[in-house]
């Protein structure tokens, strides 16, 4: 893990788990004092967390920390419900077993997981995988800028309910299970039926965790 990676690691869960209140300021100076670091890492770091969505910059206040809300999560998933279909659909016309392999990779990666935020990111490589011929396209784009969106709600509803882990774990196990069967129906609905899931856990746990 790099430093600015370790950073950003760190204040991911420190916003997500309420110890940095929705609406603080954070500033290169005070994350460089935080972590003993220079002003590089931590300018690097506030880039990637406002990627990820979890602050935002103000002109005037500089880096404010966003509250997650559940209008924004379920916009976020409904989009994600709406496209992913057309793009497992458009990849799995181009049905590939390294595909398969690669995904069973990741899911073996995910099971071993005991950081949340890294659960998320591979939460999201596992995904990708089965769309991710079709990069490059209009379509690809959309939902990979909604995936980034969603990682700190993913954090969060794991971070809410433990349990969302191995029911999560075992529905990727059922979706790559309808991949190499070669079921298209199978994998699409299994797919929307588990991005649903979270978006019905996120609205418990915006509301009681925030």
Known sequence: M?????????????????????GSRLTQNEISKKFNVSQTPAREALK????????????????????LCYKDAKEIYDLRILLEP????????KYSKECLKKASEIQQKIEECKDLNEWALLNA????????????????????????????????????????????????????GA???KNLEK????????TAKTREILEDAINSVL
């Open 2 to 22: 790099t430093t600015t990676e370790f950073i950003v690691h760190s204040l991911s869960r420190e916003i997500l788990n309420g110890k940095i209140k929705s």
């Open 48 to 67: 990637i967390l406002t990627a990820e969505g979890l602050i935002s910059f103000d002109p005037y206040k500089g880096a404010i920390v966003k509250g």
């Open 86 to 93: 057309k793009l497992i659909s458009d990849g799995f016309a």
């Open 125 to 176: 490589d596992f995904h990708r995988c089965f769309w991710q011929s079709e990069a490059g396209s209009r379509a690809f784009a959309i939902v990979e800028n909604l995936i980034s969106a969603a990682i700190p709600y993913v954090s969060l509803s794991l971070l809410y309910k433990k349990s969302h882990i191995k029911s999560s774990n075992a529905e990727h196990r059922a979706i790559l």
């Open 179 to 181: 991949y190499e069967e």
């Open 187 to 194: 994998l699409i609905r299994l797919s929307v039926e588990h």
